[in-house]
């Protein structure tokens, strides 16, 4: 799969393209991964990507064209391409929306700063438009790592064996896993529980699956109740 950036900041993937899932992806040919700089598509002598907006109010705005001309490289460079802005008041990223991600050929994830974009590059690109909850980041770019890495460790082959066999909290559903233990049996006076020791793996799978409806639901409370305030 193809995954291309255009954003103001392309040093702040390097480390997350290169570590972990998304680094052995790449290296396995899962991830072939893009970092392009709106700057570079700036055609003034300045270099400049943002302005003022008209009619007044605080901050500034990407301005269409270095935007608009790095995007269109993009799909001309590297092919046809789902387009996407990260901006806090698109449509939430959520498990489905990664799933429905993973199946596609390319992906192109534009990055965000500033107070906003003008308006004609909604018009011009049609782009999808992805926020990854309800808070505000200084830019969209981190907003595109989470994309990314929820994408990525979906592919085929992205995951070791062992990654893959784990339990995931959002794979089926939206029941959260039971909480788990490793070694040492005791620490701090804090015992693992007996029925996850006892051998017994009927036992352990329905001491798991209790545990998982109650944390399940005490997180759904929590929620809730965080709502209403
Ligand atoms: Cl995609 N961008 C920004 N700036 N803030 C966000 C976001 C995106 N998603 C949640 N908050």
């Known amino acids: 799969m193809k995954i291309d950036v255009a954003t103001l900041f392309p040093g702040m993937f390097d480390e997350v393209l290169g570590s972990s899932i998304l680094g052995r992806a790449r290296g396995k040919g899962i991830l072939d991964a893009g970092l392009y700089d709106i700057r570079d598509f700036s055609s003034d002598r300045h270099r400049t990507v943002d302005d003022r907006p008209y009619g007044g109010g605080p901050g500034m705005l990407l301005r269409p064209e270095p935007v608009v001309a790095c995007v269109e490289t993009i799909l001309a460079e590297r092919g046809p391409g789902h387009v996407v802005l990260l901006t806090p008041g ?17 992906l192109v994830l534009v990055c965000g700063r500033y107070e906003g974009f003008d308006a ?32 990525v460790r979906l592919l085929p082959g992205a995951l070791g064996d062992a990654e893959s066999a784990a339990l995931e909290s959002y794979t089926d559903g939206d029941d959260l896993e039971a909480p788990q233990w490793t070694r040492p049996p005791v620490w701090r006076g804090l015992a693992v529980p007996e029925a996850l020791t006892s051998g017994d793996h009927a036992r352990i799978a329905r001491w798991r699956s209790e545990e998982a409806r109650k944390r399940t639901e005490s997180r759904r409370r929590a929620d809730a109740d965080q709502g209403d305030a």
């Open 120 to 151: 004609r590059i909604r018009q011009v690109l049609r782009p999808d438009e992805l926020s990854i909850g309800p808070y505000v980041l200084s830019g969209g770019e981190i907003a595109a790592m989470s994309v990314i890495d929820a994408v």
């Open 90 to 106: 698109g449509r939430t990223f959520t498990q489905a929306v990664a799933r429905e991600f993973a199946q596609m050929d390319h």
